[in-house]
């Protein structure tokens, strides 16, 4: 079994020290294969915060692949914004902005969705729709084939349509067809998941799964800090399982409040689908 642990949104400036520590628990509990942070890692891409977030990652001790979100560009420092918007990300993290894991069976490809000069609106180019595509095509078998982003491709209600990622129309339909098993986000600090067969796909399907926030108090509409764990069985590569864990005040723990198991679309003919337009 590949287990991977998904968060978000920890916004280090604002996280709360008993909800860190007991995602510290889970993890070692868990003993995940990997760590997958998608984005809004500070809360104002401050030096200090993000060495607070990269000592947290080490605690966590597993493999990991981080990718900055749009708090993670410097809000008010406006010559570091145009020229050097994720300086202080690359210092804690790498220079890489769209780390990728590959191994036998665990396919993960990150995307950088901020732009210097959006503030809070998330973008998908072409280009990065294709490359995404090209890479998924020459997945391996029984490997599941994960996406990251952190603006989300699909929201729940009319609400937060405001917060969809420019270009999530193209590539859920480009890496649906491409054999994208799961596609996973944040921003939004709004925990769900959904099986979409995106418009144009020619019938394939792609999970979606939205991690809320992991230790921060920016919580929103009384959902409390949450993760996501996403398990994958080599004994049937056609299917995985996503867990939803919640902090859960009272207890001083993460506990497992909902788990779905999603079969996986695997089909192996598929026509070669025609890049986005440019």
């Known amino acids: 079994m590949t287990t991977l642990l998904h968060l978000s949104d920890t916004h280090f400036g604002t996280e709360q020290a008993p909800v860190v520590e007991a995602l510290v628990r ?3 509990d868990l003993a995940p294969d990997l760590l997958v942070l998608s984005g809004d890692v500070t809360q104002r891409a401050y030096r200090e915060q993000f060495a607070a977030a990269r000592q947290f990652v080490d605690r966590l001790g597993v493999p ?3 990718i900055p979100g749009n708090h993670d560009i410097p809000l008010f420092n ?3 914004r145009l020229l050097f918007p994720y300086g202080n990300f690359r210092r804690a993290f790498g220079e890489v902005l769209e780390p990728v894991h590959d191994s036998a069976n665990l396919l993960v490809l990150c995307v950088k969705t901020t732009r210097r000069l959006r503030h809070i609106e998330g973008q998908v180019s072409a280009a990065q729709i294709e490359r995404v595509a090209v890479r998924l095509r020459s997945a391996r078998p029984g490997q599941l084939r994960v996406v990251v982003v952190h603006q989300p491709l699909h929201v729940e209600g009319d609400a937060e349509k405001k917060h969809l990622l420019r270009g999530h129309e193209a590539a859920l339909q480009h890496w649906a067809e491409a054999g994208a098993d799961v596609a996973i986000g944040g921003h939004i600090h709004l925990p769900y998941m959904r099986e979409l067969t995106p418009t144009g796909a020619a019938g394939a399907r792609i999970v979606v799964a939205q991690a809320g926030t992991a230790v921060s108090n920016r ?13 994958h069985f080599a004994a049937d590569a056609g299917q995985c399982v996503i867990d939803r864990w919640d902090y859960v005040a009272e207890r001083g723990a993460f506990e497992c409040i909902e788990s779905r198991r999603f079969s996986l679309d ?3 003919a598929r026509q070669q689908p025609q890049a986005p337009a440019r």
């Open 26 to 28: 889970l993890s070692r």
């Open 64 to 66: 990991r692949l981080v």
């Open 78 to 80: 406006g010559f570091a």
């Open 219 to 231: 919580v929103r509409r009384g959902v409390p800090n949450s993760v996501n764990v996403i398990r």
């Open 266 to 268: 695997r089909p192996r």
